[in-house]
C-alpha cells in the first residue's frame, strides 16, 4: 500500500473514531443510569447513590433526557434517606432549567415524585400544584403506568384531606391503569395506597384483602420498600384484630426490609408499629423504650399525629405505675402536638378547599364566555331577519353583556375576598399559617442573598386549653386579639408576624441577630398586659422556641429547630425562652 493510501485510510479511520465515540459514550450512560434506577427498586438506596455519584459527575455530557433521570434518581435518594427538603430542590430545579427540553413523559415522572416528597413534608399547596399539573399532562402521556402513578398520589393526597370518595375513586383508576399496563412495580405502589385509601374509609376487610394481593404482587415486583410497607400494614391489621403472632411475623418482617433499605421514615414507622405491639403483648418496659427513641425524631419531621398517639400510651403507662406527675407532663405535651396535628388538618382543607374554589371560577369564566358567544350568534341571525330584531336582539345584547360583566366583577370581588381570607387569621388580624410561611420564605431567600441575619420565633400561650375550660373562650378570644395587637404594636413592617395554630403565634425578625431578637422579645414579654374579666385579674404567659438562620438554612430545617426549641419550653415549665442550638441538636 502506498503512502498515500496508507494516510488515507488512517484519515477515515480518525473520522469514523470521531463519530462513534459520542454514540458509545451516550449508551455507556444509558446504560449505568438504567443500572441506577434497577438497584433503586431492588436494592438499598446507598448501592444505587455510589452509582448515582458517578453519573453526577458525567452530568454536563448527558443529554436533557438523560440528565433529568438522573436528578429524578438523585432527589428521590435524598428523600429516601431523610433530606426530603433536598430532594424537592433539585426537582424545582430540573423543572427551571430544562422542563421545556423534556418530554412529556419524563416531565410527569419528574412532578410525581415531587409530590409525593411535598405530601411526606405536609406541604400541601405544593402538593396540589404538582399534582394539578401532572394530572393536566395525562393527555399527552399514553404510558398507563405513568398515569397510575399520578392517580396513586391524587388519592393519597385526596385521603389526607378527608375526601375519602374521591381517595378510593382514584386508587381504583390507579390499579386499572397499572394492569393495563402490565407494570407490576406501579400495580404493587397502586394496590398498597389503595389499601391507605380503604383504611381512612374504615373498610377493614376489603383493606385485608387488598394488602394479601398487594403482597403478591410486591413480591413479583421485587419493589422491596414497598413490600416493607405492606408487612407494615398487614401486621398492623393482625395487631388491632388481635392475632398478634401474625403481627409480629409481618412487623418484624417490614422493619428489617426498611433498616437494610436505609428508609428514614419507614423505619422510624415500622418502630412505632413494634412498640405498640409490644405495648399489646404486655411487654411495658420495652414499649416504653420504643416510645421515648421516637419523641425526638417525630418532633423533628413533624409528625404531630404519631406524637400524639405515643405520648398518650406513655401518659397510660405512667398512671399504671403511679408516676402522675410525669403522666400530666405526657398528657400535657399530646395536648400539644394534637393541636399542632389540627392545624395541618386544616391547612390541608383549606389547600383544597381554596383549589376547589378556583376550579369553579374558571368553570364560571368559561360559561359566561360561552353564553356571550351564543348570544353573538342569536344577533347574527337577528340581524338577517329584519332591523326591527337587529334593534330588539342589540338591546338584549348590551343587557346580557352588562349581566355577564357584573356576574364576572362579582366573582373576581369573591375571589379577592376568599384570598383575602384565605392570606388572614380572621380574629387577630395576622398572617395566617401560610402566608406567614410564604412571607417567611421569600425573606430567607432574601436573607441569603444580601448576607443578613434572621431570626424566627415561635410563641405558644400556655395552658389555653385550661383557661378556655375555666373562663369560656369569649375570654379566650379576647387573649389571642390581645397578644395578637401586641405583637403588631411591638413589631409593626419590621418583621413578618403570623398567627399560625391555635394560641400559637410565628415572628421572623430579618436583619437581627441572636442577642438582638432576644432583647426584642424580652421587650415584648413585659408589653404583655393582664387580661381582665369582671373583677377578676387574670396572668397570660408564653413560651418561646428561636433560632438564628445558619448559612445556607432552609425554612423547613430552621422550623424544625425552632419547634424542638418550643417543644422544650413546653414541657420544661413553660413560661420561658428556649434558643435552638445552630445543628438543631
Not at 374521591?166 to 395506597?193: I, K, P, T
Not at 369553579?360 to 332591523?387: D, G, W
Not at 369569649?474 to 419590621?494: A, K, M, N, T, W
Amino acid at each position: 500500500m502506498s503512502t498515500r493510501l496508507l494516510r488515507a485510510a488512517l484519515a477515515i479511520g480518525l473520522c469514523l473514531l470521531q463519530i462513534a465515540a459520542p454514540a458509545a459514550a451516550q449508551e455507556d450512560l444509558d446504560f449505568e443510569i438504567e443500572r441506577a434506577d434497577q438497584l433503586s427498586r431492588t436494592a438499598p438506596w446507598q448501592e444505587s447513590q455510589r452509582v448515582i455519584d458517578r453519573l453526577l459527575e458525567r452530568l454536563e455530557q448527558a443529554e436533557p433526557d438523560q440528565r433529568a433521570k438522573i436528578l429524578i434518581l438523585y432527589a428521590r435518594n435524598l428523600a429516601i434517606a431523610g433530606d426530603e427538603a433536598g430532594g424537592l430542590e433539585v426537582l424545582k430545579e430540573l423543572h427551571e432549567q430544562t422542563g421545556s427540553e423534556l418530554s412529556a413523559e419524563r416531565r410527569l415522572r419528574a412532578l410525581n415524585l415531587a409530590a409525593n416528597i411535598a405530601v411526606n413534608m405536609e406541604d400541601f399547596e405544593q402538593t396540589f400544584g404538582f399534582l394539578g399539573q401532572g394530572l393536566s399532562l395525562h393527555s399527552e402521556v399514553d404510558d398507563p403506568g405513568l398515569r397510575s402513578e399520578t392517580f396513586s398520589l391524587a388519592a393519597f393526597f385526596h385521603s389526607q384531606a378527608g375526601e375519602i370518595p374521591l381517595a378510593l375513586d382514584y386508587s381504583w383508576r390507579a390499579v386499572a391503569s397499572a394492569r393495563e399496563a402490565g407494570d407490576v412495580s406501579n400495580e404493587c405502589a397502586a394496590l398498597q395506597r389503595l389499601a391507605l385509601s380503604q383504611q381512612a374509609a374504615e373498610q377493614d376487610q376489603a383493606q385485608a384483602e387488598t394488602l394479601v394481593e398487594a403482597l403478591t404482587v410486591c413480591e413479583q415486583a421485587g419493589f422491596r420498600v414497598v413490600l416493607a410497607t405492606v408487612k407494615l400494614g398487614l401486621g398492623d391489621l393482625a395487631r388491632r384484630t388481635g392475632d398478634l403472632e401474625q403481627a409480629g411475623e409481618q412487623i418484624e418482617a417490614g422493619l428489617a426490609v426498611m433498616e437494610e433499605a436505609g428508609f428514614h421514615t419507614g423505619i422510624l414507622s415500622a418502630r412505632r408499629d413494634l412498640g405498640f405491639l409490644r405495648q399489646d403483648q404486655g411487654r411495658i418496659d420495652e414499649a416504653e423504650r420504643l416510645y421515648l427513641d421516637l419523641v425526638d425524631p417525630f418532633v423533628e419531621l413533624g409528625y404531630w399525629m404519631d406524637l400524639a398517639e405515643l405520648h398518650r400510651r406513655l401518659a397510660g403507662i405512667a398512671v399504671d405505675r403511679g408516676e402522675l406527675a410525669r403522666a400530666i407532663e405526657h398528657y400535657d405535651a399530646r395536648i400539644y402536638a394534637r393541636e399542632r396535628h389540627l392545624n395541618a388538618e386544616r391547612s390541608r382543607r383549606l389547600t383544597y378547599l381554596q383549589a376547589e374554589f378556583d376550579a369553579h371560577r374558571r368553570e364560571q369564566e368559561i360559561a359566561l364566555l360561552e353564553e356571550r358567544n351564543q348570544v353573538m350568534m342569536l344577533e347574527r341571525e337577528a340581524r338577517a331577519r329584519q332591523t326591527l330584531l337587529y334593534v330588539f336582539g342589540t338591546v338584549a345584547l348590551a343587557a346580557i353583556g352588562l349581566l355577564l360583566l357584573v356576574l364576572l366583577l362579582r366573582t373576581r370581588a369573591e375571589r379577592r375576598k376568599f384570598r383575602r381570607l384565605a392570606e388572614t387569621d380572621g380574629l387577630t388580624g395576622l398572617n395566617n399559617h401560610s402566608r406567614f410561611f410564604d412571607l417567611a420564605r421569600a425573606a430567607i431567600t432574601e436573607a441569603h442573598q444580601s448576607g443578613q441575619n434572621a431570626v424566627l420565633v415561635y410563641a405558644d400561650i400556655d395552658h389555653f386549653k385550661r383557661f378556655n375550660d375555666e373562663h369560656g373562650h369569649d375570654l379566650g378570644d379576647e387573649v389571642l386579639r390581645r397578644v395578637g395587637s401586641r405583637l403588631r404594636e411591638r413589631f409593626g413592617s419590621s418583621a413578618v408576624v403570623g398567627r399560625i395554630g391555635g394560641e400559637e403565634f410565628a415572628v421572623l425578625l430579618p436583619g437581627r441577630n441572636l442577642e438582638q431578637a432576644v432583647a426584642e422579645i424580652d421587650g415584648f414579654r413585659r408589653r404583655i398586659d393582664e387580661v381582665r374579666s369582671a373583677d377578676r385579674k387574670l396572668k397570660v404567659t408564653l413560651s418561646f422556641g428561636m433560632a438564628q438562620l445558619q448559612p445556607g438554612d432552609r425554612l423547613s430545617v430552621l422550623r424544625q429547630r425552632v419547634d424542638r426549641a418550643l417543644y422544650q419550653a413546653k414541657t420544661s415549665g413553660r413560661d420561658q425562652l428556649v434558643l435552638a442550638s445552630p445543628t438543631g441538636t
